[in-house]
Nanobody
Framework: QVQLVESGGGLVQPGGSLRLSCAAS????????MGWYRQAPGKQRELVAT???????NYADSVKGRFTISRDNAKTTVYLQMNSLKPEDTAVYYC?????????WGKGTLVTVSS
């Protein structure tokens, strides 16, 4: 079955960095667009960044210049490098894999930005 497993979350001070990973299995990874979304307490889930099968990227305005999404098709893994973290980046971060009508989600990893 399809599995998306996120890792790399944790507690970090403002201004710090984290790298999230999402390991995918059960899909032909290289065909899928991959994305990171987040949901803060009391808020709706929102897009953070996406990367197409061809490597084109898209970012939410709130993270442009601070976050970088990348993928390694050989490792069937997508990454989110997060720099200059702010308290408002605190959220559960979810990995998404999408291809036409197929849409899969991971269970999420918690990122807390606090001093």
């Amino acid at each position: 079955q399809v599995q998306l497993v996120e890792s790399g979350g944790g507690l970090v001070q403002p201004g710090g960095s984290l790298r999230l990973s999402c390991a995918a299995s059960g899909i032909i990874f290289r065909f899928y667009a991959m994305g990171w979304y987040r949901q803060a307490p009391g808020k709706q889930r929102e897009l953070v960044a996406t990367i197409t099968s061809g490597g084109s990227t898209n970012y939410a305005d709130s993270v442009k210049g601070r976050f970088t999404i990348s993928r390694d098709n050989a490792k069937t893994t997508v990454y989110l490098q997060m720099n200059s973290l702010k308290p408002e980046d605190t959220a559960v971060y979810y990995c998404n894999a999408a291809l036409q009508a197929m849409d899969y989600w991971g269970k999420g990893t918690l990122v807390t930005v606090s001093s």
